[in-house]
Nanobody, 127 residues
Framework: QVQLVESGGGLVQAGGSLRLSCAAS????????MGWFRQAPGKEREFVAA????????DSADSVKGRFTISTNNAKNTVYLQMNSLKPEDTAVYYC????????????????????WGQGTQVTVSS
């Protein structure tokens, strides 16, 4: 079983930055795509960003584009989410997810396309 563990969440003032990490352990895939999702109280889980195994293809939600950057360190089986210019509306539990992908360039934006999920890390942005 592949385990995903997020870290780096916390409390930050509006305009500040946080860097989330998600480390995969256990029986990892040879190649897999990864993504970040978030869920605020009373709202559905929403797509934040995704990246291909190759690292060459990324995508992010319009609400975070230009502020958040997804990246990977494949040697460490880790995906990162650099969050800058944070806003109160970014407050949510952030989850990382992974899915085996034979296509090194594929990215996935739908939550149901992912198989493995982390436990989530809380990000709170104060006004």
């Amino acid at each position: 079983q592949v385990q995903l563990v997020e870290s780096g969440g916390g409390l930050v003032q509006a305009g500040g930055s946080l860097r989330l990490s998600c480390a995969a352990s256990g029986r990892t895939f040879s190649s897999y795509a990864m993504g970040w999702f978030r869920q605020a109280p009373g709202k559905e889980r929403e797509f934040v960003a995704a990246i291909s195994w190759s690292g060459g293809n990324t995508d992010s939600a319009d609400s975070v584009k230009g502020r958040f950057t997804i990246s990977t360190n494949n040697a460490k089986n880790t995906v990162y989410l650099q969050m800058n210019s944070l806003k109160p509306e970014d407050t949510a539990v952030y989850y990382c997810a992974a899915v085996e992908s034979s296509d090194w360039h594929a990215i996935y934006r739908g939550q149901y396309e992912y198989v493995y999920w982390g436990q989530g890390t809380q990000v709170t942005v104060s006004s």
